[in-house]
Antibody
Framework: HLQLQESGPGLVKPSETLSLTCTVS??????????WAWLRQSPGKGLEWIGS???????YYNPSLKSRVTIAVDMSETQFSLKLTSVTAADTAIYYC?????????????WGQGTLVTVSS | DIQMTQSPSSLSASVGDRVTITCRAS??????LNWYQQKPGKAPKLLIY???SLHSGVPSRFSGSGSGTDFTLTISSLRPEDFAIYYC?????????FGQGTKVEIK
């Protein structure tokens, strides 16, 4: 069955770039009706959608983060990435990748286990 | 952005109780409402999509209802494994947004 796993540094310095990778197993990023998403969760902001992309090239970002976010897919079709620039302490959160199912209605399922990223010097 | 407000923020209940959690949207979202369950240290898991459709593998004691701006998640008979935090999420318009969560605790 489909599984997702986030990976990347757990500590990032303020003003630097946060970089994470999501590895998909049990399926392919190029599957139909398949968007793929990044989300995060922090005590202050709760659950927050960062952005989603469709394999064909459509990418959608949360306007609140759009100027700092890049989501990209790896040519392997089993990995996609998140880059968030100019991070501050407010970006400290658990970061999740998830499949963003779109059948007209849409939802996030399944999710990776999440990875904690702390922004601190 | 559409704001999602859940009530209550927390509740205490006993095994076997019927539990109801409410989610209100700041504007109409028709039936584009999903519910998730999150246990400590774990990622959220989808329970209900499109307001009332039970996700595959989710026990039938969970049900969802509502449309427009007001929605409800009901657990018909609470089991020990149901103690968790529950979140609603709207998918009517971008950006998708979540409620602040409702923590279901053991009485």
């Amino acid at each position: 069955h489909l599984q997702l796993q986030e990976s990347g540094p757990g500590l990032v310095k303020p003003s630097e770039t946060l970089s994470l990778t999501c590895t998909v197993s049990g399926g392919f990023i190029s599957g139909s009706n398949s968007y793929w998403a990044w989300l995060r969760q922090s005590p202050g902001k709760g659950l927050e959608w960062i952005g989603s992309f469709y394999y064909s090239g459509s990418i959608y970002y949360n306007p609140s983060l759009k100027s700092r976010v890049t989501i990209a897919v790896d040519m392997s079709e089993t990995q996609f990435s998140l880059k968030l620039t100019s991070v501050t302490a407010a970006d400290t959160a658990i970061y999740y990748c998830a499949k963003h199912v779109d059948t007209g209605a849409h939802w996030f399922d399944p999710w990776g286990q999440g990875t904690l990223v702390t922004v601190s010097s | 952005d559409i704001q999602m407000t859940q009530s209550p923020s927390s509740l205490s209940a006993s095994v076997g109780d019927r539990v109801t959690i409410t989610c209100r949207a700041s504007q109409t979202i028709t039936s584009y409402l999903n519910w998730y369950q999150q246990k400590p240290g774990k990622a959220p898991k989808l329970l209900i999509y499109a307001a009332s459709s039970l996700h595959s593998g989710v026990p039938s004691r969970f049900s969802g209802s509502g449309s427009g701006t007001d929605f409800t998640l009901t657990i018909s008979s609470l089991r020990p494994e149901d103690f968790a935090i529950y979140y609603c999420q709207q998918s009517y318009s971008s950006p998708p947004t979540f409620g602040q969560g409702t923590k279901v605790e053991i009485k």
